[in-house]
Nanobody, 120 residues
Framework: QVQLVESGGGLVQVGGSLRLSCAAS????????MGWFRQAPGKQRELVAE???????NYADSVRGRFTISRDNAKNTVYLQMHSLKPEDTAVYYC??????????????WGQGTQVTVSS
């Protein structure tokens, strides 16, 4: 009963910027950690950035200084602002959230993914 819906992906040139959004909806009590992962063709899914409920953040080395994760708890939404994009950032980006459901279970949920393509 919890859905994560991503938006904001697309095609951008090298050096460009994109902003991804992920909104959680459904029945739940609260959202704890939220994060962004990505998966490039032929590669494993990897953590890009994560943010705790009190806004502590963590970034992959490959994106630190270029990407910024943030969240709006009132909107149950997490964002990923991406700058100075490189071809190696091309991947499907997935949103993840740890949600305390109305059945008092803490469970991880995934969005459907949004494609980010950086052209050189």
């Amino acid at each position: 009963q919890v859905q994560l819906v991503e938006s904001g992906g697309g095609l951008v040139q090298v050096g460009g910027s994109l902003r991804l959004s992920c909104a959680a909806s459904g029945s739940f009590f609260s959202i704890y950690g939220m994060g962004w992962f990505r998966q490039a063709p032929g590669k494993q899914r990897e953590l890009v950035a994560e943010i705790s409920s009190d806004a502590n953040t963590n970034y992959a080395d490959s994106v630190r200084g270029r990407f910024t994760i943030s969240r709006d708890n009132a909107k149950n939404t997490v964002y990923l602002q991406m700058h100075s994009l490189k071809p190696e950032d091309t991947a499907v980006y997935y949103c993840n959230a740890d949600v305390l459901s109305t059945s008092w279970r803490l469970q991880g949920y995934w969005g459907q993914g949004t494609q980010v393509t950086v052209s050189s």
